[in-house]
């Protein structure tokens, strides 16, 4: 059992953003476990209607392109191959090669991202895009030996055709100019925050974010052997890391934390139960959730965590989908949510009040008006133009918008917006006999598989 303030702490920063996204009411796939396809389906807009329905066929920070490409592609162009053409071109002794390639380098600083920032069309928020350079820039960050190129600070993110993508954390170099160009370091949080969900490459530059982010946090700490202490080097252009002590040699993988995710549901009241983590976001109610322990399975996980929290007994646990989160904690550089709906025993509620603020039974009609709350659009637009601001070097004196605009409605609840899995275990469970998916009659039920 992890000390209770240490996993108190955990569960504070795991909690999903309350900032939520553009869209009122989501619907998952009913498919979960199969593979799922970056592309976002949407229902024509229809102002008679009050709610519009997504379907969702894949989580904010899954689906990432350049994953898909690089699997391909992986026979003709391995990491580290792409790695050693990478250095011999900013060293300037690049051999012939048979395929020209282009490099595409997006730069991280302390966790942030290179982003630019274009208007929108109409009344639209401005859309953000994320801030590759090329060689030049890198030669010009690096200074013109190349000397300070090395794999430690450098990833290999995937390739497609003939350009390679990679991430690099500046972190330690000093002021990087990028000419007369709008280009400014943003937190991959706001980046999620201010996308279009509608917008599947606003999605796809997410995942290569997130992606990126996971990596680049993951070697600042693993920079050493944990059997003996030695160097940890990267191996295959970042992708993995080695001990550099020749007697030990433990070889060092990207470090995942699963945590469970789960909407309690007493089938026969049909309600759902949802906790309140923090009085800092008052009206923010949200799943239970929790880390998976050591020699536990996820639907232990579940029912431990719904046991200590709430006093609540969980009988059946049913998979729903799961969702890379890179936008924790540094210390924890990719937890992967997985999402299930756990099927209540018991129903008397006993908080336990170190680890959350309350929870409460709320029928479908309270959840769907929490679900029909134009908050979600909101927050999109005031995160959009604040990265817009950043991008056009708002100088510091000025206030940025910030990135969470209650405005003038105030709701009584929300959940968290369609950027998170909890939003999705909600909306799936709340609006699951309506049978409505792209505006069409659908047999979307819960998920079927069942453990
Ligand atoms: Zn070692």
């Known amino acids: 059992m992890l000390n209770l303030n240490l996993k108190l702490k955990l569960k504070l920063i795991l909690l999903p953003s309350p900032f939520p996204l553009f869209s009122k009411v989501a619907t998952f796939n009913k498919t979960p476990l199969r593979i799922l396809s970056l592309t976002t389906d949407f229902s024509p807009r229809n102002s008679s209607t009050t709610t519009m329905s997504i379907n969702l066929r894949t989580h904010v920070f899954a689906g990432n392109p350049l994953h898909f490409k690089s699997h391909k592609n992986i026979d003709s162009l391995s990491p580290s191959s792409a790695f ?10 690049s051999q012939p090669s048979p395929t020209p390639l282009n490099f595409k380098v997006l730069p991280f600083r302390n966790g942030k991202a290179l982003a630019s920032s274009a208007a929108g069309s109409g009344d639209s928020p401005p859309i953000w895009n994320l801030g590759w350079i090329g060689l030049d820039d890198l030669r010009g960050i690096l200074g013109s030996s190349g000397a300070q190129l090395s794999a430690e600070s450098l990833v290999y993110l995937g390739s497609e055709d003939d350009v390679v993508y990679w991430a690099i ?3 330690s170099s000093e ?9 400014s370091f943003v ?3 706001t980046l999620m925050v201010a996308s279009d969900w509608r917008d599947s490459q606003a999605m796809g530059n997410l995942a290569v974010a997130g992606h990126a982010k996971a990596l680049l946090e993951w070697h600042n700490t693993s920079r050493f052997c944990g059997h003996c202490g030695a160097k940890a080097v990267p191996m295959e252009a970042g992708r993995r890391k080695q001990c550099s ?13 699963p945590v469970a995710i789960m909407l309690v549901i007493d089938r026969e009241n049909d309600r759902a139960l949802l906790a309140k983590r923090s009085k800092f976001v008052p009206r923010l109610w949200t799943c239970l959730s929790g880390f998976t322990e050591a020699g536990e399975s996820l639907e232990e996980a579940v029912r431990r965590e719904t046991w200590e929290e709430t006093g609540i007994e969980v009988g059946e646990v049913v998979y729903h989908s799961s969702q890379p989160w890179p936008v924790g904690p540094n210390s924890m550089p990719c937890q992967l949510m997985v999402g299930f709906f756990a099927y209540a025993k018991s129903f008397e509620i006993k908080v336990d009040r170190e680890e959350l603020e309350d929870a409460q039974w709320y029928s479908k009609e309270e959840v769907r008006k929490a679900l029909t ?17 950043m991008c056009k070097g708002v100088g510091k004196n000025q206030s940025l918008a910030a990135d969470f605009n209650v405005g003038t409605q105030l709701n009584p609840m929300f959940v968290p917006g369609p950027f998170a899995i909890a939003h999705h275990l909600i909306s799936s469970w709340a609006f699951a006999d309506q049978n409505v998916v792209n505006g069409v009659g659908s047999n979307s039920k819960q998920p079927v598989s069942s453990i």
């Open 175 to 183: 002021a990087v100019e990028f000419g007369a160009r709008e280009l």
């Open 245 to 257: 002590n020749d007697s030990c040699k433990k070889r060092i993988y990207p470090r995942v934390d």
């Open 187 to 189: 937190e991959v949080r």
């Open 169 to 171: 954390d500046v972190s």
């Open 373 to 389: 709350f134009d908050e979600y659009k909101q927050a999109q637009r005031s995160a959009a133009a604040k990265v817009e601001q």
């Open 84 to 93: 050693e053409a990478l250095t011999a071109r900013i060293l300037g002794n």
